[in-house]
């Protein structure tokens, strides 16, 4: 079992820049694949990044990569979203997700066991 807790979301103005956490319980964490999804207001959940347990891999939706940057403290149990100049339709909840095992469709909600509770991020323009 894996517990997730997101924090570092809030309010900032459009070109702004945020650094999102996901802390993660348990002692195997440098095994897990880890994920970033957003869900927007009336919108499905939508694939941000990923990144391999083993390795470090990363793997970024086209639309977002250059912006968002994913990365992993195993030292930490903990995973990064970065997110640069952000725009008003990035206003979202946010979520991280990790999974044992990782899976070629890394950008699918469903292939993740364990979700976080989610934080907010409002980009005001």
């Known amino acids: 079992q894996v517990q997730l807790i997101e924090s570092g979301g809030g309010l900032v103005q459009a070109g702004g820049s945020l650094r999102l956490s996901c802390a993660a319980s348990g002692r195997t964490f440098s095994t897990y694949s880890m994920g970033w999804f957003r869900q927007g207001p009336g919108k499905e959940r939508e694939f941000i990044a990923a990144?391999?347990?083993?390795?470090?891999?990363?793997y970024y939706a086209g639309s977002l990569k250059g912006r968002f940057t994913i990365s992993r403290d195993n030292a930490k149990n903990t995973v990064y979203l970065h997110l640069n100049n952000l725009k008003p339709e990035d206003t979202a909840v946010y979520y991280c997700?990790?999974?044992?095992?990782?899976?070629?469709?890394?950008?699918?909600?469903?292939?993740?066991?364990?979700w976080g509770q989610g934080t907010q991020v409002t980009v005001s323009s």
């Open positions: 997700a990790a999974v044992s095992r990782w899976s070629s469709r890394y950008y699918n909600a469903d292939q993740y066991a364990y």
């Open positions: 990144i391999k347990g083993t390795g470090g891999s990363t």
